[in-house]
């Protein structure tokens, strides 16, 4: 039970510092986390939170990063007027 209240502890925490962020700062958020293979509680509660911001926002996000229930790190990611696409 620990586990998932130190869980949703992390959550809160980091959804409100990424509230306070800009569009740009979330992008570089994501960005740094491409490739990072690592997975614990806190990443996955930082990981969900910075997916919950971003739908928080007036955005378009780009469907093959942002799925129904996951999403993916294998790309980076630009923010182009209130478009976020995958930067190739």
Do not use: H
């Amino acid at each position: 039970m620990r586990n998932v209240n130190q869980s949703q502890d992390y959550f809160s925490e980091f959804l409100s510092r990424f509230r306070g962020y800009s569009t740009e700062e979330l992008v570089e958020c994501f960005n740094r986390e491409v490739g990072n293979l690592g997975w614990g509680n806190a990443r996955a509660a930082y990981l969900a939170a910075l997916r919950t911001a971003f739908y928080e926002r007036d955005l378009t996000l780009d469907p093959t990063v942002f799925m129904p229930g996951a999403t993916s790190y294998k790309r980076k990611i630009k923010l182009v007027c209130k478009v976020v696409a995958v930067d190739e």
